[in-house]
């Protein structure tokens, strides 16, 4: 069995997280419960925080909040010293709710509305992360309405595709995101906010992709930008200050997932930005970079409770918790693979395998296929980890079941950071024809 940061078996034989009791937990507050173990979030920042002050260089870790938005998520972000992107006016206002510094905001997304645009130029956070040219126009008539100026990085595809073990590089990516740095479009953006005094542009930013094991990815991107910087330098006068490498550091689902230490990560980044700036005899950028999941992820632990069981002769049998793909919809979005264990008897052996079936009615509706487990009875309590990133967050509604309450636990205290749904707030929208 392997335990995430602070979770350990406890002297009542149970699962414990953050010094309290599962069992606890999922009596005060119910099932199903999402668990965060702060002290593992922080650690996962400093990690990442840590080898750029190290080596002295300039940097901002920028927490995606797209894999958990929350106010307390927020909070606990600033507290750790974290920048934050935000990708819609939703995310925006959640991090503007919690109080978070707009000067260490920034702005992403392909197809931002005028109205969030709006919104982020009203509050002046710290910088957009510009798309594609609809936005540099819609931008750019924003900025002289306003009359306001506004930082920006031009968003780039390098023509790198990472599949999680391998990479793909393609001429011409075929990407909804960014402008192409191959076929001039990446240029031609450049030329025109050069152009535009409203525009300050910071740098460059790319996103290769999510669940990445290896700095391979990371390196030929930072390789590819600076080609184009130095052509930039010498033909346009560009000297980019800021460098921003995006995230998707993976992280470990399951034992079948390697992922390296986050200042591994940024240890390879630094010393190949500082190469390339070298070589090209241009002052080393800031370096920014976007972890999303590799901050939050592991740190989550969600728990069911065990209902019904089905057995299917010779084929499998399912044992059905008390949410699903409401909860966390990525094993049937994209396969996504989890471990799980009994939080009220971890340590009772595993005699069979069984497949963890939600209760949503879709038959795609599963959370585990193949797992070992102890003889599950009612009301056992099944913890499943590592739900920490993209699962709160891709919380729905489907079957109108409550979306459930997340607790974050830290040093033998328990604090509820969302409250569970309710059958009112389920209906609080509808408009009755009556
Ligand atoms: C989603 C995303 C991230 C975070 O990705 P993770 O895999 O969660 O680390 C960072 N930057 C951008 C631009 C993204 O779209």
């Known amino acids: 069995m392997y335990l995430y940061g602070t979770t350990k078996i406890n002297q009542n034989g149970h699962l414990e997280i953050g010094g309290v009791d599962t069992v606890q937990l999922a009596e005060q507050y119910g099932t199903p419960l999402y668990v965060y173990d702060v002290a593992l979030i922080r650690e996962r920042a400093r990690g990442f925080k840590q080898a750029f002050i190290e080596q002295n260089v300039t940097a901002q870790v920028a927490y995606a909040s797209k894999a958990f938005s929350t106010i307390a998520m927020v909070q606990l972000a600033e507290e750790e ?11 925006l206002y959640t991090a503007l709710t919690a109080g978070f510094p707009v ?27 510009v798309d594609n040219f609809t936005e540099l126009q819609l931008l750019k008539s924003l900025c002289l309405e306003k009359n306001t100026t506004v930082k920006i990085l031009l968003r780039v595809t390098p023509g790198i595709e990472a599949h ?10 075929d990407s909804k995101f960014g402008f192409d740095l191959q076929n001039g479009q990446a240029e031609e953006a450049l030329q025109q906010v050069l152009l535009f005094p409203s525009f ?22 930072a390789e590819k930008v600076f080609e184009k ?31 390296l230490a986050p200042a591994q990560y940024v240890t390879e980044i630094i010393r190949d930005v500082k190469k390339w700036s070298d070589l090209y005899s241009m002052k080393l950028p800031e370096i920014w970079i976007e972890p999303g999941r590799s901050l939050v992820g592991d740190a989550g632990t969600t728990l069911y409770k065990v209902g019904s069981q089905k057995e299917v002769p010779n084929v499998r049998k399912y044992v059905a918790v008390d949410g699903g793909m409401s909860d966390n919809i990525r094993p049937a979005l994209y396969q996504a693979k989890y471990e799980a264990v009994l939080a009220n008897r971890p340590l009772a052996e595993s005699k069979e395998t069984v497949s963890i079936a939600g209760k949503c009615c879709e038959s795609g509706d599963m959370l585990i296929w193949d797992l070992p487990l102890p003889a599950a009875e009612q009301e056992d309590l099944l913890a499943v980890f590592c739900t920490g990133a993209y699962g709160y967050s891709m919380a729905n509604n489907y079957n109108r079941l409550p979306r459930p309450a997340v607790v974050f ?6 604090r509820l950071v969302v409250k569970r749904e309710t059958y009112e707030d389920l209906v609080r929208l509808d408009v009755s024809l009556k």
């Open 81 to 91: 010293g974290l920048s934050l992107d935000v990708v819609s006016g939703g995310e």
């Open 164 to 173: 999680t073990h391998d990479y793909i590089l393609t001429g011409q990516e």
């Open 103 to 129: 000067e260490r905001i920034h702005f992403h997304g392909n197809n931002k509305s005028r109205e969030e645009l709006a919104m982020a130029l009203d509050h002046e956070i710290g910088c957009i992360v």
């Open 409 to 414: 636990v830290e040093k033998g205290e328990a």
């Open 229 to 259: 910087l130095h052509e930039w330098k010498q033909k346009l006068s560009f000297e980019a200050k800021v460098l921003n490498l995006g995230g998707g550091f993976g992280i470990r689902y399951t034992k079948e997932d390697e992922p």
């Open 200 to 221: 300050e542009v910071l740098g460059i930013h790319c996103h290769i992709g999510s669940q990445i094991f290896e700095t391979t990815g990371f390196l030929l991107a």
